[in-house]
Protein backbone atom coordinates (compact mmCIF):
# COMPACT_ATOMS: atom_id res chain seq x y z
CA UNK A 1 0.00 0.00 0.00
CA UNK A 2 1.10 3.38 -0.88
CA UNK A 3 1.90 5.77 1.84
CA UNK A 4 -0.62 8.48 1.46
CA UNK A 5 -0.19 12.64 1.92
CA UNK A 6 -1.41 14.77 4.58
CA UNK A 7 -3.89 16.18 2.23
CA UNK A 8 -4.99 12.56 0.99
CA UNK A 9 -5.27 11.61 4.49
CA UNK A 10 -7.55 14.68 5.18
CA UNK A 11 -9.61 14.03 2.24
CA UNK A 12 -10.23 10.25 3.25
CA UNK A 13 -11.46 11.96 6.74
CA UNK A 14 -13.75 14.23 5.74
CA UNK A 15 -15.49 11.16 3.66
CA UNK A 16 -15.32 9.18 6.24
CA UNK A 17 -12.99 6.42 5.24
CA UNK A 18 -10.39 6.68 8.01
CA UNK A 19 -10.96 7.72 11.15
CA UNK A 20 -9.18 10.12 13.31
CA UNK A 21 -7.00 7.37 15.07
CA UNK A 22 -6.15 6.36 12.05
CA UNK A 23 -4.81 9.53 10.70
CA UNK A 24 -0.91 10.30 10.49
CA UNK A 25 0.13 13.06 13.86
CA UNK A 26 0.59 15.96 11.03
CA UNK A 27 -2.67 15.26 9.54
CA UNK A 28 -4.50 14.64 13.06
CA UNK A 29 -3.21 17.48 14.00
CA UNK A 30 -5.09 19.72 11.43
CA UNK A 31 -7.84 17.67 11.40
CA UNK A 32 -8.34 18.49 15.42
CA UNK A 33 -7.72 21.86 15.15
CA UNK A 34 -10.69 22.31 12.70
CA UNK A 35 -13.52 20.30 14.44
CA UNK A 36 -12.40 18.71 17.44
CA UNK A 37 -12.22 21.56 19.68
CA UNK A 38 -15.70 22.16 18.65
CA UNK A 39 -16.80 19.13 19.70
CA UNK A 40 -14.66 17.62 22.17
CA UNK A 41 -14.15 21.00 23.56
CA UNK A 42 -10.21 20.37 23.64
CA UNK A 43 -8.04 19.91 20.87
CA UNK A 44 -6.55 16.16 21.63
CA UNK A 45 -2.90 15.51 22.10
CA UNK A 46 -3.59 11.70 21.36
CA UNK A 47 -6.45 9.38 20.33
CA UNK A 48 -6.55 5.77 21.63
CA UNK A 49 -8.44 2.80 21.64
CA UNK A 50 -10.10 0.90 24.77
CA UNK A 51 -9.06 -2.40 25.15
CA UNK A 52 -11.31 -4.99 26.25
CA UNK A 53 -14.28 -3.54 24.67
CA UNK A 54 -15.56 -7.46 23.36
CA UNK A 55 -14.51 -9.35 26.31
CA UNK A 56 -17.88 -9.34 27.81
CA UNK A 57 -21.53 -8.95 25.59
CA UNK A 58 -22.62 -6.24 28.23
CA UNK A 59 -19.62 -3.84 26.83
CA UNK A 60 -20.82 -3.97 23.42
CA UNK A 61 -24.43 -3.55 24.36
CA UNK A 62 -23.34 -0.16 26.71
CA UNK A 63 -21.23 0.44 22.93
CA UNK A 64 -24.26 0.69 21.27
CA UNK A 65 -26.50 2.72 23.99
CA UNK A 66 -23.18 5.21 23.16
CA UNK A 67 -22.92 5.24 19.85
CA UNK A 68 -26.54 6.46 19.73
CA UNK A 69 -25.49 9.34 21.94
CA UNK A 70 -22.65 10.98 19.43
CA UNK A 71 -23.82 13.41 17.76
CA UNK A 72 -21.80 15.47 15.01
CA UNK A 73 -21.11 18.13 17.69
CA UNK A 74 -21.66 16.29 21.25
CA UNK A 75 -20.20 13.06 22.94
CA UNK A 76 -21.34 11.92 26.17
CA UNK A 77 -19.46 12.39 29.07
CA UNK A 78 -16.94 9.64 30.18
CA UNK A 79 -15.24 8.80 33.61
CA UNK A 80 -12.38 7.22 34.77
CA UNK A 81 -12.01 4.36 37.54
CA UNK A 82 -8.94 3.00 38.88
CA UNK A 83 -8.72 -0.50 39.90
CA UNK A 84 -5.59 -1.06 42.40
CA UNK A 85 -6.99 -4.41 42.96
CA UNK A 86 -6.85 -5.68 39.41
CA UNK A 87 -6.06 -9.35 39.54
CA UNK A 88 -4.11 -8.85 36.15
CA UNK A 89 -2.65 -5.16 36.63
CA UNK A 90 -2.49 -2.45 39.63
CA UNK A 91 -2.04 0.16 37.47
CA UNK A 92 -5.82 -0.99 35.39
CA UNK A 93 -7.73 1.98 34.61
CA UNK A 94 -11.55 1.65 33.89
CA UNK A 95 -13.46 3.62 31.49
CA UNK A 96 -17.43 4.46 32.24
CA UNK A 97 -19.55 6.26 29.57
CA UNK A 98 -22.92 7.52 29.75
CA UNK A 99 -25.41 5.50 28.55
CA UNK A 100 -28.47 7.05 28.19
CA UNK A 101 -30.12 10.68 29.00
CA UNK A 102 -33.03 11.39 31.87
CA UNK A 103 -35.83 13.40 31.17
CA UNK A 104 -34.45 16.17 31.80
CA UNK A 105 -31.64 15.72 29.37
CA UNK A 106 -29.09 15.11 31.85
CA UNK A 107 -26.54 11.93 31.10
CA UNK A 108 -26.98 9.18 33.31
CA UNK A 109 -26.29 5.36 33.54
CA UNK A 110 -22.83 5.27 33.36
CA UNK A 111 -21.79 2.04 32.10
CA UNK A 112 -18.09 -0.24 31.91
CA UNK A 113 -17.32 0.21 28.34
CA UNK A 114 -13.54 -1.33 28.99
CA UNK A 115 -10.29 -0.52 29.74
CA UNK A 116 -7.16 2.00 28.95
CA UNK A 117 -4.88 -0.36 26.95
CA UNK A 118 -1.19 -0.94 28.95
CA UNK A 119 0.37 -0.38 25.87
CA UNK A 120 0.79 2.25 22.55
CA UNK A 121 2.75 2.61 19.95
CA UNK A 122 4.69 5.89 20.06
CA UNK A 123 4.24 6.41 16.49
CA UNK A 124 1.29 5.13 15.10
CA UNK A 125 -0.76 5.44 18.26
CA UNK A 126 -2.19 1.99 18.11
CA UNK A 127 -3.31 0.64 21.05
CA UNK A 128 -1.10 -3.11 22.03
CA UNK A 129 -2.52 -5.67 23.89
CA UNK A 130 -1.11 -7.13 27.04
CA UNK A 131 0.43 -9.95 25.62
CA UNK A 132 1.82 -8.09 22.42
CA UNK A 133 2.58 -5.00 25.01
CA UNK A 134 5.01 -7.14 27.04
CA UNK A 135 6.91 -9.33 24.70
CA UNK A 136 6.67 -6.96 21.45
CA UNK A 137 10.17 -5.26 20.38
CA UNK A 138 8.68 -3.70 17.40
CA UNK A 139 5.00 -2.01 16.54
CA UNK A 140 3.16 -4.85 15.13
CA UNK A 141 1.40 -2.31 12.43
CA UNK A 142 3.89 0.20 11.55
CA UNK A 143 6.67 -1.80 12.64
CA UNK A 144 8.53 1.20 14.72
CA UNK A 145 10.90 -0.21 17.62
CA UNK A 146 9.12 -0.37 21.09
CA UNK A 147 12.12 -0.50 23.09
CA UNK A 148 16.06 0.76 22.96
CA UNK A 149 18.97 -2.22 22.90
CA UNK A 150 18.94 -2.79 26.22
CA UNK A 151 15.48 -3.51 26.41
CA UNK A 152 13.66 -0.31 27.81
CA UNK A 153 10.39 1.06 26.56
CA UNK A 154 11.43 3.97 24.33
CA UNK A 155 8.39 6.40 25.25
CA UNK A 156 7.05 6.39 28.58
CA UNK A 157 3.45 6.92 27.35
CA UNK A 158 3.99 3.06 25.35
CA UNK A 159 2.78 2.46 29.37
CA UNK A 160 -0.52 3.96 28.42
CA UNK A 161 -2.57 2.91 31.72
CA UNK A 162 0.39 4.21 33.50
CA UNK A 163 0.75 8.08 31.81
CA UNK A 164 -2.74 8.56 32.12
CA UNK A 165 -3.51 7.22 35.45
CA UNK A 166 -0.27 9.37 36.99
CA UNK A 167 -2.14 12.43 34.79
CA UNK A 168 -5.69 11.61 35.75
CA UNK A 169 -4.75 11.69 39.70
CA UNK A 170 -2.53 14.72 38.99
CA UNK A 171 -5.52 16.62 37.43
CA UNK A 172 -3.82 17.08 34.66
CA UNK A 173 -6.06 15.85 31.88
CA UNK A 174 -8.58 16.72 29.78
CA UNK A 175 -10.47 13.31 28.39
CA UNK A 176 -13.42 12.88 26.02
CA UNK A 177 -15.21 9.87 23.80
CA UNK A 178 -13.83 10.77 20.37
CA UNK A 179 -16.29 7.95 18.44
CA UNK A 180 -17.36 4.70 18.64
CA UNK A 181 -15.38 2.60 16.21
CA UNK A 182 -16.64 -0.17 13.66
CA UNK A 183 -14.29 -1.94 11.61
CA UNK A 184 -15.68 -2.84 8.09
CA UNK A 185 -16.21 -6.53 8.48
CA UNK A 186 -16.27 -6.90 12.12
CA UNK A 187 -19.52 -7.00 14.15
CA UNK A 188 -17.92 -5.77 17.24
CA UNK A 189 -17.88 -2.03 18.13
CA UNK A 190 -15.02 -0.08 19.95
CA UNK A 191 -14.30 3.42 21.43
CA UNK A 192 -11.94 6.04 20.43
CA UNK A 193 -10.87 8.05 23.39
CA UNK A 194 -9.04 11.29 23.16
CA UNK A 195 -6.79 12.85 25.66
CA UNK A 196 -5.00 16.95 25.92
CA UNK A 197 -2.64 16.73 28.55
CA UNK A 198 -2.78 20.35 30.57
CA UNK A 199 1.06 21.69 31.92
ZN1 LIG B 1 3.00 1.55 15.39
Known amino acids: MSELSVQEEID ?3 RKELRLYELSPDARAIVTNSSEQDRLGFTPD ?10 EKQRQTSLAAVQKLVAPNEVPPMQFEPEPTNPYDQHALKILVATA ?3 S ?8 IGYVPRGQCPNCGKSLTGKTFDTADHCPGCKAPLRTADG ?12 I ?4 REGRIKFSVESV ?3 PGKPTLGLAVAIKVLN
Open 165 to 168: GKLY
Open 105 to 112: GRYTCFEE
Open 181 to 183: TSA
Open 152 to 163: QFIDPKTHLNVY
Open 12 to 14: KYN
Open 101 to 103: RDS
Open 46 to 55: FVFRAAGTSM
